[in-house]
C-alpha cells in the first residue's frame, strides 16, 4: 500500500507540474520552461519518495523493470493501477484550474495538422519509441547495482527535461502512458483518439531499453 500512494502522488505531481507549466504558465515559460517543469517534478519526487517505491511515476519504467528482470509482474501491475490513477486525478486538479478547463487540452499529447509542430504519425512513432528507450536505459543504469545512485534523481531529471526540449513540437513528449492517459480522458476528442500511440510506442520502446539489461547487453 506504501508503493501504491507512493506512486500515485508521484504521477499525480508529475501531471500536475509538467502539464500545469504547459497549461497555466505555457505562454510565460515557453518550451524550456515546460521542459524543465517536468525534468524538476522527477528530481523532487525521485527525492521524495524514491525510497518507498522507487518513484517509477511511468508504466513504461515499470514494465523496463519487469522486463530487466528487477521487478515481478504483481508489482507491475500494482504500480499501472497507481500511475494511472495518479495520472487521471492530477489532470483532474488541473482541470478545475485552467480557465477553459477540458477545452484548453490539459497539456495532451498528440501528433498531425493543429497540433504544435505538425508533424506525421509516423514521427510521432519513431519519436516516443527511441526516446522512451533511451530515457529507461538511463534509469536502470543509474540505479543498478554499480549506479550513482545518490546522483540518480538529478540524472533521470535532467534526461527527461533536455527529452522535452527535443521533442516537445514533436508530441508533447509523453515517454510516460500514465501522463497522456490523464490529460486525453478528460480532454477527449482527438486526444483519446490519439492515445494509443502513447501507451503502444513507450511499451516498444520501454521493452528494448529493459531488454537490453535483461540480456546484459549494458552489463557494467
Request: hydrophobic fraction near 55%; charged fraction near 10%; aromatic fraction near 10%.
Amino acid at each position: 500500500m506504501n508503493k501504491f500512494i507512493a506512486e500515485f502522488i508521484g504521477t499525480l505531481v508529475l501531471v500536475l507540474f509538467g502539464c500545469g507549466a504547459a497549461v497555466l504558465g505555457g505562454e510565460n515559460v515557453g518550451q524550456l520552461g515546460i521542459a524543465l517543469a517536468f525534468g524538476f517534478a522527477i528530481v523532487a519526487m525521485a527525492y521524495g519518495i524514491g525510497p518507498v517505491s522507487g518513484c517509477h511515476v511511468n508504466p513504461a519504467v515499470s514494465l523496463a523493470a519487469f522486463v530487466a528482470g528487477r521487478m515481478s509482474v504483481k508489482d507491475m501491475g500494482l504500480y499501472w493501477v497507481a500511475q494511472f490513477a495518479g495520472a487521471l486525478a492530477g489532470a483532474a486538479i488541473l482541470c478545475v484550474l485552467a480557465k477553459e478547463g477540458a477545452a484548453s487540452g490539459l497539456g495532451r499529447n498528440g501528433w498531425g495538422p493543429g497540433y504544435l509542430g505538425e508533424y506525421g504519425q509516423q514521427a510521432a512513432l519513431i519519436f516516443e519509441i527511441v526516446f522512451t528507450a533511451i530515457f529507461v536505459i538511463v534509469i536502470l543504469g543509474v540505479t543498478g547495482d554499480k549506479g550513482d545512485k545518490p546522483f540518480a534523481g538529478l540524472a533521470i531529471g535532467i534526461t527527461l527535461a533536455v527529452i522535452h526540449i527535443v521533442g516537445i513540437q514533436v508530441t508533447g513528449v509523453s515517454v510516460n502512458p500514465a501522463r497522456s492517459f490523464g490529460p486525453a480522458v478528460l480532454a477527449g476528442g482527438e486526444a483519446v483518439s490519439q492515445l494509443w500511440l502513447f501507451i503502444v510506442a513507450p511499451a516498444i520502446g520501454a521493452a528494448i531499453g529493459g531488454a537490453l539489461y535483461r540480456f546484459n547487453l549494458l552489463k557494467a
